[in-house]
């Protein structure tokens, strides 16, 4: 398994335990959607916390991982990770994002999945997209849960410049709810969750429901039809070619 989901009285932590980095692979994407889709129908589990391990959340796409795909099996990444964001995004229970270090890229849209983000202070503790620095595409979902909690101005904008942020300007720009020192992130999580948890369930799932309207019409989609089209964009040889020049230098 690439988590370790530690069920405490009514809740369960589910910690990632991918590699140095916990980057996406198609295995920790499945794992992920397989994990939350059980503790949602699960009665005995009243919320989940997203955590990493101390100085790291998830550097992103495992693009190493991702370069050795066929091009069936490249799909089938896609085709599995977009069904686990828009699973965990209508998770109905309280699930808390606990970003214990750095979270970029595909490591931001994650964490965006939860419903409110305590991330760690660090000098490489960073969120956001920075995609165009190596000319990649980011597929339309995750464009979609960006630009939800950004704003689509400002998101736009902030993908232009490449932007990563801080755990304190992060604050700033909704990207996380609360940035603590790292050792603190976990037990404020927890406290968060513990306070959630006392809402009665019915009224915490209604009220998600009716106040993330907007997102989860976002993520209401044909999954099929995004990764067809996602694959097929990847064929253009010009990326294809700047996909090998950024391998090279994941190498070097």
């Not at 916990?22 to 059980?38: C, E, H, P, Q």
């Not at 799909?75 to 977009?82: G, M, S, V």
């Not at 000319?135 to 950004?150: G, K, Q, V």
């Amino acid at each position: 398994s690439t988590l370790n989901v530690i069920r405490k009285k009514n809740y369960a932590i589910v910690e990632m335990d991918q590699g140095k980095v916990n980057a996406l692979n198609t295995d920790l994407w499945r794992d992920l959607g397989d994990t939350f889709r059980t503790l949602d129908s699960d009665d005995k589990i009243m919320g989940a916390i997203l955590s990493g391990r101390p100085h790291c959340f998830s550097a992103g796409l495992d693009i190493m991982h991702i370069a050795q795909l066929s091009k069936e099996e490249y799909a089938e990444y896609w085709r599995i990770a977009l069904t686990t964001l828009r699973d965990m995004i209508r998770f109905s229970k309280p699930l808390i994002g606990a970003i214990t270090g750095y979270a970029p890229a595909g490591g931001t849209i994650l964490a965006l999945t939860t419903d409110y983000r305590i991330m760690g202070r660090g000098p490489k503790h960073v969120i956001g997209m920075h995609e165009f620095k190596m000319s990649l595409l980011i597929p339309e979902l995750l464009c979609d849960i960006y630009a939800y909690h950004m704003g689509e101005k400002e998101a736009w904008v902030a993908v232009q410049n490449a932007q990563l942020y801080h755990s304190d300007d992060a604050v700033k720009v909704g990207l996380v709810n609360e940035s603590a020192d790292v050792e603190e992130v976990l037990n404020k999580a927890e406290k968060h969750l513990e306070k959630q948890i006392g809402v009665y369930a019915p009224v915490f799932k209604m009220s998600k429901k009716y106040l993330r309207r907007e997102l989860l019409n976002r993520v209401d989609i044909d999954v099929e039809s995004h990764v067809q089209e996602f694959c097929k964009f990847g064929e253009d040889p010009m990326i294809a070619e700047m996909m090998k020049m950024f391998l090279s230098t994941l190498k070097k």
